[in-house]
């Protein structure tokens, strides 16, 4: 019997990184998507060291940019005949407001359209194992997220005059939540779509983000978990041999955790969900069933 296959972007270091070493020594074969070429090679060396006999792939992409997305999606195909769970890991915080190429915010970009893009990308091209999961990571800071119910901004253009890197990465955080729970009543049946908190976690993200997210570095480091004990919730919810409930639900420490109140809203739900397909250009698919 083949391996099943898990895809991981974020992979390079920190939360993916030990999220792909778990995968492999629970049986699974990897492919490990990072920013770049060099970050690639080094990652697929160190994961094959630690699992000999296991088959790793590394694969690099902008996740920033909306046609390298696509262009991994076709790298993908080409690399791996189906993709039983995907790990949407990669995150990004910035001190300072930019546009990417696209003209989004580049917050959103990474932490909220880069995801929903390729798993819509992956499931459109029948890529997605019939019994996929695909575990999208989350942050405590959801609640500083920031939406507004009739006119939700999904790819952060409104922040250009009012940036403040913590509701920003918050504010990408929620919406990639909502989706998630859109998704999962939108997935084929035996499919199913999750939300990963973490919690704080000792790696270096503050730190690269600079702005307040690296001077809360110091402190939150005091208290910061290993990136090896927060991998389990999200292999947690890729391994479970019976598929952890509720679809489209929030996980933290290893058991369902309650959301902000804010993505409880259906109609916002929905809302945020269509939108982010419409500025990607994809084709907003319809429930199948209701939402968690």
């Known amino acids: 019997m083949n391996a099943p296959t898990a895809v991981i972007t974020g992979a390079a270091g920190g939360l993916g990184h030990a999220t792909a070493r ?21 990652t697929r060396q160190s994961l094959i060291t630690e699992a000999p006999g296991r088959t790793v792939q590394a694969l690099h992409a902008d996740l920033a940019d ?15 005949g189906r993709v039983d769970v995907l790990v ?11 546009p990417t190429a696209d003209g989004v915010e580049r917050t959103h970009a990474v932490n909220h359209l880069a995801p929903f893009h390729l798993t819509h990308l ?9 019994t996929a999961r695909v575990i999208t990571i989350s942050s405590d800071l959801v609640s500083r997220g920031r939406l507004d119910t009739d006119d939700p ?12 890197q913590m509701n920003v990465y918050g504010s990408a955080k ?18 199913h779509a999750y939300s990963a908190n973490p919690g704080v976690i000792r790696t270096g993200f503050n730190t690269k983000a600079g702005g307040l997210l690296k001077l809360a570095a110091s402190v939150s480091n005091l208290f ?10 999200p292999v947690g919810l890729a391994t479970a041999i019976t598929a952890p409930q509720p679809n489209g639900g929030l996980f933290a420490k290893g058991t369902v955790a309650s959301p902000p109140a804010t993505a409880l809203d259906p109609a916002l739900t929905a809302r945020v969900y269509e939108r982010t397909a419409t500025a990607l250009g994809l084709t907003a698919l319809p429930p199948v069933r209701t939402a968690a």
């Open 88 to 98: 949407n890991n990669a995150g990004a915080a910035f001190a300072a407001y930019a």
């Open 122 to 130: 992956l499931l459109a091209g029948d890529l997605l194992a019939p």
């Open 224 to 233: 910061a978990g290993s990136p090896e004990k927060a991998a389990g919730t």
């Open 153 to 164: 901004d999904v790819t952060g253009v409104t922040w250009r005059d009012r940036y403040s």
């Open 22 to 42: 778990r995968l492999l020594a629970a049986g699974f074969d990897v492919v490990a998507v990072t920013r770049d070429s060099p970050s690639a090679a080094a």
């Open 66 to 80: 909306h046609d390298a997305v696509r262009a991994l999606t076709h790298r993908l195909h080409e690399a791996v």
């Open 174 to 191: 929620l919406a990639a939540l909502l989706a998630t729970t859109a998704l999962a009543a939108r997935l084929p049946a035996g499919m």
